[in-house]
């Protein structure tokens, strides 16, 4: 098995013992973060022949990547972002292959380095059918950070460019947003959910 043959929640949950956690609004509270005047000419110029091409390389390349590197901008040298990368942990459980987008809370741009904070799985048109792999990759990221002695929460989206959905796993714990996000009237909400893993780094609790 690999990452991509996690297809529904519940094979997740059931193969790794978590729980679930499903709720609207369940990042409602974050705070939102305007995008740069670069990602919102960006948006504006990109959006319309992303939608009008319709295929996830082309939604990926340009609405996805560019909200990302407006993140990596913002925490850069102390963000590295890895595109299209393998997140190899226990190939035996399936959790191995290859993530669209990882994030990473690290000065380490030529490896994937602990602590992995989000991964952002990309689909054409169908959000649900990419939450069982996005969440197979939070389990994969948690144990790999716990391998380098990094324990965090860990932030996952699965999204059409157009639409955002996220999770988060803490502990044995899945937290799944039911509220859909939309780029791009939404973006400073997608924008501030993205960034709030870096934010708490930056802050940690004593």
Same mark, same amino acid.
């Given at each position: 098995?690999?990452?991509?043959?996690?297809?529904?929640?519940?094979? &997740?949950?059931?193969?790794?013992?978590?729980?679930?956690?499903?709720?609207? =609004?369940?990042?409602?509270? &974050?705070?939102?973060?305007?995008?740069?005047?670069?990602?919102?000419?960006?948006?504006?110029?990109?959006?319309?022949?992303?939608?009008?091409?319709?295929?996830?390389?082309?939604?990926?390349?340009?609405?996805?990547?560019?909200?990302?590197?407006?993140?990596?901008?913002?925490?850069?040298?102390?963000?590295?972002?890895?595109?299209?990368?393998?997140?190899?942990?226990?190939?035996?459980?399936?959790?191995?292959?290859?993530?669209?987008?990882?994030?990473?809370?690290?000065?380490?741009?030529?490896?994937?380095?602990?602590?992995?904070?989000? *991964?952002?799985?990309?689909?054409?048109?169908?959000?649900?059918? =990419?939450?069982?792999?996005?969440?197979?990759?939070?389990? =994969?990221?948690?144990?790999?950070? $716990?391998?380098?002695?990094?324990? &965090?929460?860990?932030?996952?989206? &699965?999204?059409?460019?157009?639409?955002?959905?996220?999770?988060?796993?803490?502990?044995?714990?899945?937290?799944?947003?039911?509220? $859909?996000?939309?780029?791009?009237?939404?973006?400073?909400?997608?924008?501030?959910?993205?960034?709030?893993?870096? *934010?708490?780094?930056?802050?940690?609790?004593?």
């Amino acid at each position: 098995m690999a990452y991509s043959d996690f297809k529904t929640l519940n094979q &997740v949950l059931t193969a790794f013992s978590l729980k679930l956690v499903n709720q609207f =609004g369940l990042f409602s509270q &974050v705070n939102v973060i305007e995008p740069s005047p670069k990602l919102s000419d960006q948006i504006a110029e990109n959006f319309d022949l992303a939608l009008a091409i319709d295929t996830e390389k082309a939604r990926s390349e340009l609405i996805v990547t560019p909200i990302l590197l407006d993140i990596y901008r913002r925490f850069s040298p102390n963000l590295s972002l890895f595109s299209g990368v393998a997140l190899s942990v226990d190939a035996t459980q399936g959790l191995n292959g290859e993530c669209d987008f990882i994030l990473s809370a690290s000065t380490n741009q030529l490896e994937v380095s602990a602590p992995v904070l989000t *991964l952002v799985e990309a689909k054409n048109n169908d959000i649900k059918s =990419g939450l069982g792999q996005c969440a197979a990759q939070l389990v =994969g990221a948690q144990r790999f950070n $716990e391998s380098q002695q990094k324990t &965090v929460p860990i932030y996952g989206a &699965v999204t059409t460019g157009a639409a955002w959905r996220f999770m988060r796993l803490q502990a044995s714990q899945l937290e799944v947003d039911l509220t $859909e996000y939309f780029v791009p009237p939404q973006i400073a909400n997608v924008l501030g959910i993205l960034c709030q893993p870096f *934010l708490a780094e930056e802050h940690p609790k004593p």
